[in-house]
């Protein structure tokens, strides 16, 4: 069965490091994969997207995501955390021919000031 | 401005109640979807409906219904049979195929009492 794991339930980073959120999922063709993020009490929005045009999506507010094929992986990364981005981020697949998109657990990002 | 509308925000149900949870869309777009997210499980797929007057279940049916008679609602009933119905619960919808962007209502917060 596809699925989307998502390593870290809750990260803290400080203001101005690095954010890293991992995903990998399991797929036996090249799925179109997805983040979105979600702000308290709110719905989810697109950050970025990947259909195999190119293996480094830009998305919206300084994130990005690189696509892994050898390790299933669709990490995402923005160089220097903001305090705007504490959320929760969630990873997502579609499975190539399937009817439905598969959400990871999510991972809540942690700002320090 | 194009978007999707859930209402109410907060939605409280007594037991052995009938509920309906509203999701309007002005996108014109063919597919819809109902997610229920529970803390720390992701979102789950409850029906999607790819037209009108048709719609499949997902993951976790049991003890909802809906309905779509036309093209810019998708409203849920969440009935008594649902045991455990307390959750936030997102409406979403996309172009045509899960494939697509989804894009997300602002959630209703269904409790009980």
């Known amino acids: 069965a596809q699925s989307v794991t998502q390593l870290g339930s809750h990260v803290s980073v400080s203001e101005g490091a690095l954010v890293l959120l991992r995903c990998n999922y399991s797929?036996?063709?090249?799925?179109?994969l997805f983040w979105y993020v979600q702000y308290p009490n709110q719905g989810l929005q697109l950050l970025l997207k990947?259909?195999?045009?190119?293996?480094l999506v830009k998305g919206i507010n300084g994130f990005e995501a690189e696509f892994k094929k050898s390790e299933t992986s669709f990490h995402l990364t923005k160089p220097s955390a903001h305090m705007s981005d504490a959320a929760e981020y969630f990873c997502a697949v579609w499975p190539t021919g399937g009817f439905k998109t598969i959400f990871g657990a999510g991972t809540r990002l942690f700002v320090k000031a | 401005d194009g978007g999707i509308t859930q209402s109410p925000k907060y939605l409280f149900r007594k037991e052995g109640q009938n509920v309906t949870l509203s999701c309007e869309q002005n996108?014109?777009?063919?597919?819809m979807y109902w997610y229920r997210q529970d803390p720390g499980q992701g979102l789950r797929l409850i029906y999607y409906s790819q037209i009108v007057n048709d719609f499949q279940k997902g993951d976790i049916a049991e003890g909802y219904s809906v309905s779509r008679e036309k093209k810019e609602s998708f409203p849920l009933t969440v009935t008594s049979a649902q045991k455990n119905p307390t959750a936030f619960y997102l409406c979403a919808s996309s172009i045509a195929t899960p494939q697509e962007t989804q894009y997300f209502g602002p959630g209703t917060r269904l409790l009980v009492l």
């Open positions: 990947y259909t195999s045009a190119a293996t």
């Open positions: 797929s036996s063709v090249p799925p179109y």
């Open positions: 996108l014109n777009h063919d597919a």
